[in-house]
C-alpha cells in the first residue's frame, strides 16, 4: 500500500519561500498511472487544493496560488516537492501531499499523507 | 470560480439516518467523491466516482448524485463517525482542476 510523508521546516519568515518534500513509499512514482498533489488546509477551516505533477513533469497549479507555485518531482528519489513564494501569515496552514488517480474521466486523491503544519512568522 | 457547497452542519442521533448533500453545477458531467477528516487527521476517502465504496469502509456509508446534487449517506450512524465531512469534485477545464467542497461538521449524540 502507498505511504506518503511530507517534511521541511515547520516555520517560515514572511516574504520568505516555503518548500516541503513528499517522500514515496509502497510505489514508484515513475511507474506512471498516477498524479501527485498538495493541499493545504487553514487552522479551523477546510482543504484547498493547490496543483498537481507527473512524473514527466508536466504541471498544473490552482489558479489562485499559481503566480507563487511551483511543483517538481524527483523520481530518482521517488519524491515531489513544493514550493511557495513570498508566504504572509495567510499561508499558515497544514500542508498535505497525496496521490492523485483517475477513474471514470475524474480524478482524485486517493491517499494522503499524515500533513504537516507550517507557520508563517517572523 | 467553482464551487461545491455544503451545510456546515448537520446533527444526528446514534443509530439514525444522516445526509449530506453538496451543490455544484458540474456534477451533472462530473463525478463526486467524499473525505471524513476525524479531527487532528488527514482526510479518508469514504466514497468515489459518485457511490463506490473504498475497501474498508463500512456499508453504512454510500453515495448517489443526481443533477446539480451529490449526497452522502450514513445509515445507521455510530459515535465514531463524528467529523467533518468534504465533499470533493473536479471543475470542467480540461486541467481538471480538484475542488473541495465547503464541509460540514457531522456531529453523533
Known amino acids: 500500500q502507498v505511504q506518503l510523508q511530507e517534511s521541511g521546516p515547520g516555520l517560515v519568515k514572511p516574504s520568505q519561500t516555503l518548500s516541503l518534500t513528499c517522500t514515496v513509499s509502497?510505489?514508484?512514482?515513475?511507474?506512471?498511472?498516477?498524479?501527485w498533489s498538495w493541499i493545504r488546509q487553514h487552522p479551523g477551516k477546510g482543504l484547498e487544493w493547490i496543483g498537481y505533477?507527473?512524473?514527466?513533469?508536466?504541471?498544473y497549479y490552482n489558479p489562485s496560488l499559481k503566480s507563487r507555485v511551483t511543483i517538481s518531482v524527483d523520481t530518482s528519489k521517488n519524491q515531489f516537492s513544493l514550493k511557495l513564494s513570498s508566504v504572509t501569515a495567510a499561508d499558515t496552514a497544514v500542508y498535505y501531499c497525496?496521490?492523485?488517480?483517475?477513474?471514470?474521466?475524474?480524478?482524485?486523491?486517493?491517499?494522503w499523507g499524515q500533513g504537516t503544519l507550517v507557520t508563517v512568522s517572523s | 470560480s467553482y464551487e461545491l457547497t455544503q451545510p456546515p452542519s448537520v446533527s444526528v442521533s446514534p443509530g439514525q439516518t444522516a445526509r449530506i448533500t453538496c451543490s455544484g453545477d458540474?456534477?451533472?458531467?462530473?463525478?463526486a467523491y467524499w473525505y471524513q477528516q476525524k479531527s487532528g487527521q488527514a482526510p479518508v476517502l469514504v466514497i468515489y466516482?459518485?457511490?463506490k465504496r473504498p475497501s474498508g469502509i463500512p456499508e453504512r456509508f454510500s453515495g448517489s448524485s443526481s443533477g446539480t446534487m451529490a449526497t452522502l449517506t450514513i445509515s445507521g450512524a455510530q459515535v465514531e463517525d463524528e467529523a467533518d465531512y468534504y465533499c470533493?469534485?473536479?471543475?470542467?477545464?480540461?486541467?481538471?482542476?480538484?475542488?473541495f467542497g465547503t464541509g460540514t461538521k457531522v456531529t453523533v449524540l
Open positions: 497525496a496521490r492523485r488517480a483517475r477513474g471514470g474521466g475524474s480524478y482524485y486523491e486517493d491517499y
Open positions: 509502497g510505489g514508484s512514482i515513475s511507474s506512471g498511472g498516477y498524479y
Open positions: 505533477i507527473y512524473y514527466s513533469g508536466s504541471t
Open positions: 458540474a456534477l451533472p458531467k462530473k463525478y
Open positions: 466516482e459518485d457511490s
Open positions: 470533493y469534485s473536479t471543475d470542467s477545464s480540461g486541467n481538471h482542476r480538484g475542488v
